[in-house]
């Protein structure tokens, strides 16, 4: 018979495994899935994981595009993480990131059409500084009132959204184009636009910051006292009081980085590939990039892989409908998958099966 | 040299795309082809051609594309895997599509209600929906007994406002003291939020629903509600014919069909126009029985004038809605005011968002 037996110690090997085995698990369940809608299973697994990267046709300008997609959530996800590591759930970077996006926003159309070397500086402190405002709402709420962060910042997204539209129909609208929701496109204000700084490469100063992030995240978690801290406080949060480490402080320091760093996300999109304040601007990296934490298991170095293979599925997803007519609905439940494999292998992480002999007294 | 390779760029541009055996056209939808609304009508339209030109065409869509980056990058590939021809199906995606069109001179882009030209090969279409509205206006004008109208309406655009001052006009010609209540529920196809939207207006009165959006939920509230409705884009009959009076219809096919020809015969231009129920593009699913016989003809009688050329749905004396004279007596609405339109006419009382 079968019997499951908790490990004394989480298994390390599991861990590493567990992410690839659930790519692959996902790609076979897939796979079965689009033969189910009638296409070839091989081909739809090659054009959603390989024909973005490898293909002739469409490979170079998809791999920048991979990193102009994974960028925002790779930014968002590693700011999540350690949070997350720390037992702090801020569920809303989406509404950071918006928040972030207008306050960046607002200091480029304030300063139209003045040139200035030091207004995109001035946009990245205020994109950062704004996600770090709206994440301090829960962050004192809950130092403060005991409420619960992850309620808390979820709600604040659907208020940042009321506060995008209001932008985009009201004080940042485009003054030129009558009666049309949608503010100034930086994209073509030289002094806000967070253009390619390497043309054809897809690398702008999100992919620069997001790699940043990534460093720093690295060296905080294992080097800094800070990282200690919040890996104490996540696994022992009585001992980690004991050691002197105030739960206070660590709600406000997780909170705050996770929402400057949605804030600089949602900053970077909305001067470079988003380009414009409109009511449809937030596309639901904050959410997606929750998947992309877990997927990296909170680490910052398989957070950018995470990010990376989620930005494929995106931008395959795409080709598959494309070129074989997959509905759109179909590369959702593929994504979703991943996430269900991942959660469901996670199982052998913390327990072994025991195939044993005979039934037992 | 930049000036020589810009030249160079436009006269390919200008010449028409080459001919070949099986042309590629691809679409971009702003929703689900599901929606049995905006975008599936785009979709019936895509098969309409698909049906036309047979293996001559190879069609492709991608649904659900997001303004931006996403519909960038989508439109990017399809130009990148040879497509000849792309209909971007919705008003957001202007800057996108100039963007991608500048960079393939040798793709003809198509853009739905869009408003931005800068490159030779985007051209523009839309569809005269304010003459259908006019007529639902009259038909609701007619029909309510709480003299209260439900509008839910999508996005404060010209397009939207446009509609709910033409529905507004003709059922307030037949019916004085009708009102309006408008929702906005800032999305084109969220079949929860328009169920909501639909329920607070009946909740405030309304027994006619009118939606600018295109899902089939608020048809279904207003009929368990046992009140009437108007349906969206196709014919939506089927999901409340107890509550379904008639509903304006989007028939993009014989237009597509005339520009995937024009393409193939390497005759295709930017254009830009704005088609109504004379050119086919705005119809109307069945009137239903549940409309009186004598408003019935009202609502033909009115279609046809339309039709003729003899009856224009914005005539004067109209006022805005803050008193101000908008066109004088006699005086019809020039397409310029109505394109950019951002303000109510006289008499309804809620306010525009902004």
Redesign the interface.
Known sequence: MIRLEKRKEPSKFWRIANPFLAVALTMIAGGIMFAMLGKDPITAIRLIFFDPIFSE??GS??RP?LL??SAPLILIAVGLAIGFKANIWNIGAEGQYIIGALFGAGVALAFFPQPGWYIFPLMVIAGAFGGFLWAMIPAILKTRFNTNEILVSLLLVYVAEKIL??MA??LM?NPD??????SR?L?RYEAAYNAELISGTGIHWGVVAALIAVIFAYAMMTRHMLGYHVQLAGQAPRAARFGGVSPARLVVICLGISGALAGLAGMF?VSG????V????A?GYGFTAIIVAFLGRLNPIGIVLAGLLLGLTY?GG??G???L?L???AIQVFQGMLLFFLLALDFQTNYRIRLTQGARA | MKKLLATAALSMALSAPVLADTTKVGFIYIGPVGDHGWTYTHDQARLAVEAEFGDAVETSYVENVAYGADAERVMTQMALSGTDLIFATSFGYGPDVNTVATRFPNVAFEHATGYIQESPNVGLYNARFYEGRAVIGHIAGKMTETNKVGYIASFPIPEVIMGINSAYLHAKAVNPDVEFNVVWVYSWYDPAQEAAAAEALIEQGADIIMQHTDSTAPLTVAQDAGIYAFGQASDMSAFAPQAHLTGILDVWAPYYIERVRAVKEGTWEAGDVWHGIVDGMVGFAPMSDLIPEDVRAEAEGMIAAIAAGEYHPFTGPINKQDGTPWLAEGETAPDGDLLTMDFYVEGITADIPN
Do not use: C, H, N, V
Request: aromatic share 10%; charged share 20%.
């Open positions: 046709t469409f300008y998809s595009q102009i997609k539209a209001a129909l009201g609208r184009i009558a009666g049309f929701p949608g496109d994209r999109e590939p988003g380009g414009q409109r009511i449809e601007f596309s931008i795409e080709l409908q494309m070129m007519q509905p759109g609905a």
